[in-house]
């Protein structure tokens, strides 16, 4: 039989910006090709904190 995928999703806190405890503090890391494929509202996805109204 064929190996089974298998993908874990976890939710937390909107501050806490990674599930790691060695990474939590650290923003994700994007690389400028894929912020480009993201609109405005998917790269908002990303931030800990919500954005500033200005």
Same mark, same amino acid.
């Given at each position: 039989m064929g190996e089974k $995928?298998? *993908? $874990?999703?976890?939710?937390g806190p909107f501050?806490?910006?990674s599930q790691n405890i060695a990474?939590?503090?650290e923003p994700p890391h994007l690389t400028p090709a894929t912020r480009?494929? *993201?609109s405005r509202e998917q790269l908002d996805?990303?931030?800990a904190w919500p954005p500033r109204e200005q």
């Open positions: $995928e298998q *993908y $874990e999703v976890r939710y501050w806490m910006m990474t939590m503090d480009a494929r *993201y996805l990303f931030r």
